[in-house]
């Protein structure tokens, strides 16, 4: 089991930016393939961007193409969802989850799930 701990959450304006922080405990984290997941009031969660566990190769959903970027230090046991150009329809709760395999895109692959972070864009 990986703990895991979101930040960086919070209200901003349409086109504004906001870095998402993902950070585990433990010394495992290097193993674990990680993504990131969104679930807006009403919706099903769904999936944002998912990196693998060394950090290598990185896969964003359309929706967030060009816009949000997914980064990964091991030694610092940390991942990071940059969103820019923020919408709207981004307003969710962010979640970090952690599995075994990539690419993470499956809530049902999930081995693990941070507490989520609200972000909320105002138009």
């Known amino acids: 089991q990986v703990p895991l701990v979101e930040s960086g959450g919070g209200l901003v304006q349409t086109g504004a930016s906001l870095r998402l922080s993902c950070t585990a405990s433990g010394r495992t984290f290097s193993r674990y393939a990680v993504g990131w997941f969104r679930q807006a009031l009403g919706n099903e969660r769904e999936f944002v961007a998912t990196?693998?566990?060394?950090?290598?190769?990185?896969s964003v959903a359309n929706s967030v193409k060009g816009r949000f970027t997914i980064s990964k230090d091991n030694a610092k046991n940390t991942v990071y969802l940059q969103m820019n150009s923020l919408k709207p329809e981004d307003t969710a709760i962010y979640y970090c989850?952690?599995?075994?395999?990539?690419?993470?895109?499956?809530?049902?692959?999930?081995?693990?799930w941070g507490q989520g972070t609200q972000v909320t864009v105002s138009s």
């Open positions: 989850a952690a599995g075994s395999v990539f690419p993470l895109r499956n809530p049902a692959q999930v081995d693990d």
């Open positions: 990196i693998t566990s060394s950090g290598s190769v990185a």
